[in-house]
């Protein structure tokens, strides 16, 4: 890839159709996500042609670029280009309500949500893991106020999710962050938790003689997603009822006493009941199915995050692990995904003698076994050559059944690497140590053998003096024909 980021930005927003056709611009780990005004200017042959672009995900009016790891220094580079003015947004098209419209209208508003909330989640993670590890192996007491400390950073992304969901949800719904923020905030206040409690040990909680339904709002994502959602109506309706001059206060009094009841009695309720119930679908096919069910996930998980439908997951994966202390379906499919990407890419680099895609393949590989990151791997190598992806699906179907086998669970939400594999060990359970580093070792191996057995089409050598030579000679001849040619005189 090309590290000349500043000119890959500038290409990218002149493919989009210009600084001015962006309403909006957010990133998670690999990829620019843009909101467009008019999709009808986007030239996505264009886009993936970029080099420095490893694919593109065309939506209409929202374009996803992928860039890779370093997409963080591609996204300041855009935003030193275009045009965002929140006023100046247009409104979107109305369209029909089918089905597929709600569907698709549901996933973006989940995806658009959460990946920019995956790099404080990955974080909180990694430093509950990194306090586990130090409880484990004794260098630091249960109950020294190092390991409190160091655990409550851990939690914090995870304890104030609501707050984290409103905030990033307010950019996507077009609202008022602050309000977004206050509203969810009540659902997280100790003084509320602690009625909540109570109502939980069956004392009677009303809102002026409404009952209010025991609810645990820590660690949950969908009500104060759909508390957002119903807050951009109630903001926009206020504001049309109110009199100018009592904007500044009338307005976001009405807007606070509106809709933070309806989230207490309404949205927050209904909220948990959508979550619970979409993990009681997904566990009570794990329980159904058992090991299969974590095999299957492997063997759709690349193609899960092709399409972005693997941050679906997200929500159910964090109440699981809130609930129960540890996840056994999801996350253990991810061991196999992530790191026979790593290994068919491995595969890709030893065989091809293309030095471009060998540098590529070697990134992403690298970038899919020591970081969990697999789009890279997924946008620059095996999509682009197929056969390899097959051999990826096919270790995700046989790591994923051993990990199911083997009852291993995740203790935390990061993606599976080497480097996040403790989140996978057991402390009752010193074999699960074992069974991870093995499965590890499988995944990398078994998927670079079936790369190679499986074959791909090597991508021809690009020489680039044999390019210009060419392209010099054409030139030339060009020009000869043209003082060659008859003229033709009236």
């Known amino acids: 890839m090309s590290n000349n980021f500043k000119t890959i930005a500038q290409t990218v927003v002149a493919h989009v159709g210009g600084k001015d056709n962006v309403s909006a611009l957010t990133h998670c780990m690999t990829r620019l996500r843009f909101v467009l005004n008019d999709a009808s200017l986007v030239d996505v042959a264009q886009l993936k042609a970029i080099k420095g672009v490893m694919g593109v995900v065309d939506n209409g009016d929202k374009v996803q670029v992928i860039i890779g790891n370093e997409v963080a220094v591609a996204y300041k580079e855009v935003m030193s280009l275009i045009n965002i003015n929140s006023s100046a947004a247009p409104t979107e098209q109305k369209q029909k309500l089918t089905a597929k419209v709600i569907g698709a209208k549901m996933l973006d508003a989940l995806v658009g949500t959460m990946s920019p909330l995956i790099p404080a989640i990955i974080g909180g993670s990694m430093v509950k893991l990194l306090a586990m590890v130090l409880e484990m192996s004794g260098w630091v007491e249960p109950n020294a106020s190092t390991l409190i400390i160091l655990k409550a950073i851990g939690d914090g992304a995870f304890f104030f999710l609501p707050v984290m969901v409103?905030?990033?949800?307010?950019?996507?719904?077009?609202?008022?962050?602050?309000?977004?923020?206050?509203?969810?905030?009540?659902?997280?206040?100790?003084?509320?938790?602690?009625?909540?409690?109570?109502?939980?040990?069956?004392?009677?909680?009303?809102?002026?003689?409404?009952?209010?339904?025991?609810?645990?709002?820590?660690?949950?994502?969908?009500?104060?997603?759909?508390?957002?959602?119903?807050?951009?109506?109630?903001?926009?309706?206020?504001?049309?009822?109110?009199?100018v001059v009592t904007k500044n206060f009338l307005k976001p009094m009405l807007i606070v006493l509106i809709a933070a009841p309806i989230a207490i009695v309404v949205i927050g309720p209904v909220g948990i009941w959508i979550g619970t119930a979409i993990s009681a679908v997904v566990y009570t096919i794990h329980d159904t199915l058992g090991w299969l069910s974590v095999a299957i996930m492997g063997s759709l998980w690349p193609l899960l995050v092709l399409t972005?439908?693997?941050?679906?997951?997200?929500?159910?994966?964090?109440?699981?692990?809130?609930?129960?202390?540890?996840?056994?379906?999801?996350?253990?499919?991810?061991?196999?995904?992530?790191l026979g990407m790593g290994g068919a890419c491995l595969a890709v680099a030893y065989k091809t003698k293309n030095i471009a895609l060998k540098q590529t393949a070697l990134a992403a590989g690298a970038s899919a076994i020591f970081a969990g990151i697999s789009e890279p791997a997924l946008y620059g190598v095996?999509?682009?050559?197929?056969?390899?992806?097959?051999?990826?699906?096919?270790?995700?179907?046989?790591?994923?059944?051993?990990?199911?086998?083997?009852?291993?669970?995740?203790?935390?939400?990061?993606?599976?690497?080497?480097?996040?594999?403790?989140?996978?060990?057991?402390?009752?359970?010193?074999?699960?140590?074992?069974?991870?580093?093995?499965?590890?070792?499988?995944?990398?191996?078994?998927?670079?053998?079936?790369?190679?057995v499986l074959g791909f089409e090597d991508d021809p050598q690009e020489d680039d003096q044999q390019t210009a030579t060419a392209d010099n000679k054409q030139a030339a001849n060009g020009e000869k024909d043209k003082v060659t040619s008859p003229q033709i005189t009236a």
């Open 166 to 243: 409103a905030a990033s949800a307010s950019i996507k719904f077009k609202t008022n962050m602050s309000l977004a923020i206050a509203i969810a905030g009540v659902l997280i206040h100790p003084n509320f938790i602690s009625l909540m409690a109570q109502a939980a040990q069956g004392q009677q909680v009303d809102l002026f003689g409404v009952p209010i339904t025991s609810v645990k709002y820590t660690y949950t994502v969908i009500p104060a997603l759909v508390m957002t959602w119903v807050l951009s109506y109630i903001e926009r309706w206020v504001d049309s009822i109110t009199p």
């Open 308 to 338: 972005g439908m693997h941050r679906v997951f997200t929500p159910t994966i964090i109440q699981t692990i809130a609930e129960t202390g540890s996840e056994g379906m999801v996350m253990p499919s991810e061991i196999g995904a992530n």
């Open 382 to 452: 095996l999509v682009r050559l197929k056969r390899p992806l097959i051999a990826t699906m096919i270790t995700g179907f046989i790591v994923g059944a051993l990990a199911g086998m083997g009852g291993l669970a995740s203790h935390s939400m990061a993606a599976p690497s080497l480097f996040t594999s403790v989140q996978f060990f057991d402390v009752n359970d010193p074999m699960s140590i074992v069974w991870v580093f093995g499965l590890i070792a499988l995944a990398i191996v078994l998927s670079f053998i079936l790369t190679l």
